[in-house]
Structures are given as structure tokens and as C-alpha cells.
């Protein structure tokens, strides 16, 4: 996989949780430390659930 491409996220029961975009390739990805960044967040479950409310009002 290559940098900057989009990806999502699941959790170890394979349920999405989220997307984002790659920050690292699969070989990079490899030899990342434990706290180096692989995706940037981009949208979550949570964030729709926390304003659902709010995005879905109509004008």
C-alpha cells in the first residue's frame, strides 16, 4: 500500500470504526515505532454519533 491513499479502520472484530488517509507505506509501516503515526483520521463512528443531531438539521 502506498502513502496518502485512503484507508479504513476496523476494530479486532472487524467492524469499521473509521476512515482516513495512509501516512506511511506498508513498508515503511514495518519498521514504524509504537507510537509513529499510520493514518490521519479523516471521520469516525463517534464523531457521527456525538452530532448526528446537528448534521442532519435542514435549513
Known amino acids: 500500500m502506498a502513502r496518502n491513499i485512503g484507508c479504513v479502520m476496523f476494530n479486532e472484530n472487524d467492524i469499521a470504526n473509521g476512515f482516513g488517509t495512509t501516512a506511511c507505506s506498508s513498508?515503511?509501516?514495518?519498521?514504524?515505532s509504537a507510537t509513529g503515526i499510520v493514518c490521519y483520521n479523516q471521520g469516525e463512528l463517534g464523531e457521527y454519533l456525538r452530532e448526528e443531531?446537528?448534521?442532519m438539521v435542514q435549513n
Open 53 to 55: 443531531d446537528t448534521m
Open 27 to 32: 513498508v515503511e509501516y514495518s519498521r514504524i
